[in-house]
């Protein structure tokens, strides 16, 4: 499984970036897909994770701002997106997409997501 995240960026506090993972190669094994993050001097956080079922999960600090989507348009490609509303300077961090399969753990190359107060 490969995945390209994109979308990160500047924003003002207050306001909305969407990030895109986009998940190729063996995508039929993925059982669920999810966004992290990292913030300077702080451990790897969960953000949002979306399941094949759709049933989604959200860290306590992002829920009702963000939301976690994922489109697979056929059995080589699925992008997940993560909209980010009302963005905090809390929020500043590297964000990471993640896909599970059974056996393993993939990551995609970070993408930095910085909000100014």
């Known amino acids: 499984v490969q995945l390209q995240a994109s979308g990160g960026g500047l924003v003002q506090a207050g306001g909305s970036l969407r990030l895109s993972c986009a998940a190729s190669?063996?995508?039929?094994?993925?059982?669920?897909m999810g966004w992290y993050r990292q913030a300077p001097g702080r451990q790897r956080e969960l953000v949002a994770r979306i399941d094949t079922h759709g049933t989604t999960y959200y860290g306590d600090s992002v829920k009702g701002r963000f939301s976690i989507s994922s489109i697979s348009t056929d059995n080589a490609e699925n992008t997940m997106y993560l909209q980010m509303n009302n963005l905090k300077f809390e929020d500043t961090a590297v964000y990471y997409c993640n896909a599970r399969t059974r056996p393993t753990s993939y990551w995609g190359q970070g993408t930095l997501v910085t909000v100014s107060s």
């Open positions: 190669g063996s995508i039929i094994s993925i059982i669920h």
